[in-house]
Nanobody
Framework: QVQLVESGGGLVQAGGSLRLSCAAS????????VGWFRQSTGKEREFVAA????????RYADSVRGRFTISRDSAKVTVYLQMDSLKPEDTAVYYCATGIDSLATTGYRYWGQGTQVTVSS
């Protein structure tokens, strides 16, 4: 079992930046890829970004490409989502997830509790 804890959410003005962190405990990330997802009120959860276990490959949703950057530390126990040029439509609860071996947008087995990101206009 992998436990994930997200942090770093908050309130920011449009155009600002935030960095989210996802820390793993228990089995840690093992050799899994890690993804970030978000869900805003009244909408379905959507894929944001993912990174392989090695950190050598990444994948982004079209809506965030060029503004968000996913990375992981060398110890591979924390994954980050750097969010720049934030827009009000980025407002959502952000979740990290793991438990798969690829950069897929579905099929993740382990999920964190989420962290709220609010972007004011």
């Amino acid at each position: 079992q992998v436990q994930l804890v997200e942090s770093g959410g908050g309130l920011v003005q449009a155009g600002g930046s935030l960095r989210l962190s996802c820390a793993a405990s228990g089995r840690t990330f093992s050799s899994y890829a890690v993804g970030w997802f978000r869900q805003s009120t009244g909408k379905e959860r959507e894929f944001v970004a993912a990174i392989t276990w090695s950190g050598g490959a990444t994948r982004y949703a079209d809506s965030v490409r060029g503004r968000f950057t996913i990375s992981r530390d060398s110890a591979k126990v924390t994954v980050y989502l750097q969010m720049d040029s934030l827009k009000p439509e980025d407002t959502a609860v952000y979740y990290c997830a793991t438990g798969i071996d690829s950069l897929a947008t579905t099929g993740y087995r382990y999920w964190g509790q989420g962290t709220q990101v609010t972007v004011s206009s």
